[in-house]
């Protein structure tokens, strides 16, 4: 049996402007008007508020310092902040 090397490629992430909110855990208004698709829910075990944003592969929870991302088709999503600060830059206007 011959085996045939896959060639590979390197690619770099186009880059696409999008839309963010950090989750801070005081902001829930900023949250609220920025994605309608989220949601909060007290846990009395924890005494935490938790948030949850409806994505495209279903509700998923976000942690305090989480950025909330709308993505280009408005998609929303979170994203941890340190792969927030390593793949996307501030858009100064």
Known sequence: MKLI???THKYVKKP????AV????DN?????DFC??????????????????QTLEGPMSANVGDYIIKGVKGEFYPCKEDIFNETYDQITE
């Open 5 to 7: 090397k896959a060639m």
């Open 16 to 19: 696409i402007p999008v839309e």
């Open 22 to 25: 950090q989750w801070t855990g």
């Open 28 to 32: 829930r208004k900023d949250i609220w």
């Open 36 to 53: 309608s698709l989220s949601y909060f829910n007290y846990n009395i075990e924890t005494d935490k508020l938790e948030l949850f944003i």
